[in-house]
């Protein structure tokens, strides 16, 4: 894995890469002061999760951090992690693992260039400005070599940008294209704003919603930065324990991940919670880039009718149009999003298999879910909210 002069390094952990030479790669666009494009690649949260033992050893996710350095100087470094199952990435591969298997082989542990946990697109092969070329081919050169050298099945890229599957394809890596839901800013001046644009129908039913949601019995609060409490983490670890208990059996981040985010992630969060007198009864869990919003974690130990919407949706593009931000991500998966102002958007992965022949059963099997993908794009936009400029169709 040794290039002279440059050379590709395998981390046990990010302690053993200093947070200036990492972020001078992951966020080097938050040098002037201003937030990154999104705070899931910066040292901060990685340490997170690894402090607080939500990745590491035991947990399927065990840190393999790749720097790439030229002429001495880190240039490159991307958070790669060996995965002993498929769980926690949102970009599914069960079948292929089955499929893998069932044919006599071990499809894992694999290798995955990822952000544990975070169905977020962004930058994975994080390089400086001036070295993009020379450090995402180290990057990936490294993280299959390293695959090779010790017969791992695989190694996946997810999440990544589109310009990042774009020259990961061009180094002979499969491209896939999934899709999720975003709400997209057009400028808007206020929540009114927004609506104005929807269908009669849409803007009634969304009104309507959030006068339900809002009618709970108690009052909604958007907390940020130094007004997140640690006590509040003990409201939402009950919140996130329900709802990782109903949907993953077992909630992927630890208790302390929370007293971690607490010390070094409270500037890049946005709480929401729903309190009924004085105590937190609902909450979500936001996280701040420079021109997005992050939905991320959303639980509730009360049942009370749209007030999963209002919390996860309808506070979201507030906070949005009230900071301009460009738009929304709300997360995996979630068909009930478009209703919202939420429309399609393809997700793009890069992935290499070891294999030659299982290699190509799954670049035919990615060629024809990318044309399924665009397909279910184009139909899901065209049954969107917004009004048509037909007015006969608005009614």
């Not at 990042?164 to 009114?192: C, I, K, T, V």
């Not at 409201?235 to 059996?249: I, S």
């Not at 709300?330 to 030659?356: F, I, M, N």
């Not at 099997?365 to 794009?377: F, K």
Request: aromatic share 12%; glycine share 8%.
């Amino acid at each position: 894995m040794k290039h002279s002069p440059t050379e590709v390094t395998v981390h046990l952990s990010m302690d053993e890469i200093p947070q200036a030479e990492w972020d001078t790669c992951a966020c080097p666009e938050a040098t002037d002061g201003g937030r990154p494009f999104d705070p899931f690649t910066t040292h901060r949260f990685l340490k997170a999760l690894e402090d607080s033992g939500s990745v590491g050893r035991g947990t399927g996710w065990e840190p393999r951090h790749l720097a790439v350095r030229h002429n001495g100087q880190v240039i490159a470094v991307a958070p790669l992690y060996a995965k002993g199952h498929s769980q926690g990435e949102y970009i599914f591969d069960h079948n292929w693992a089955h499929a893998y298997e069932n044919a006599g082989g071990a499809y894992y542990p694999k290798l995955q260039i990822a952000v544990p946990f975070t169905p977020a697109t962004g930058r994975r092969l994080l390089t400086r400005p001036e070295a993009v070329e020379l450090g995402q081919a180290a990057l990936v050169q490294g993280a299959v070599q390293l695959a090779a050298n010790n017969e791992v099945s695989s190694v996946h890229i997810t999440f990544c940008t589109e310009a990042e599957a774009e020259a990961g394809a061009q180094m002979g890596l499969m491209r896939r294209r999934s899709q999720q839901f975003h709400w997209l800013n057009d400028g808007y001046a206020d929540f009114d704003a927004f609506l104005a644009t929807l269908s009669s129908r849409k803007r009634k039913n969304i009104r309507k919603e959030r006068a339900t949601a809002q009618g709970f019995g108690g009052e909604i609060v958007a907390l940020t930065g130094a007004d997140i409490d640690p006590a509040h983490w003990d409201w939402f670890w009950r919140f996130y324990q329900d709802t990782g208990a109903r949907k993953w059996g077992t909630p992927y981040l630890t208790r302390a991940f929370f007293d971690c985010a607490q010390e070094s992630l409270r500037d890049d969060m946005l709480l929401v919670l729903a309190l009924r007198n004085g105590n937190p009864v609902a909450g979500a869990l936001n996280f701040i880039g420079r021109d997005a919003l992050f939905g991320r974690y959303w639980g509730a130990l009360e049942d009370h009718p749209c007030l999963h919407f209002e919390l996860c949706y309808y506070q979201a593009i507030d906070f949005a149009i009230g900071n301009r931000l460009a738009r929304v991500e709300a997360g995996a998966q979630g068909q009930h999003k478009l209703a919202r102002g939420y429309l399609p958007v393809t997700c793009h992965s890069l992935h290499w298999v070891g294999d030659p022949g299982f290699a190509k059963a799954i670049a035919r099997y990615l060629d024809a879910e990318a044309a399924a993908v665009e397909e279910e794009i184009e139909v899901l936009t065209a049954y969107g909210p917004f009004r048509k400029s037909d007015p006969s169709v608005d009614p």
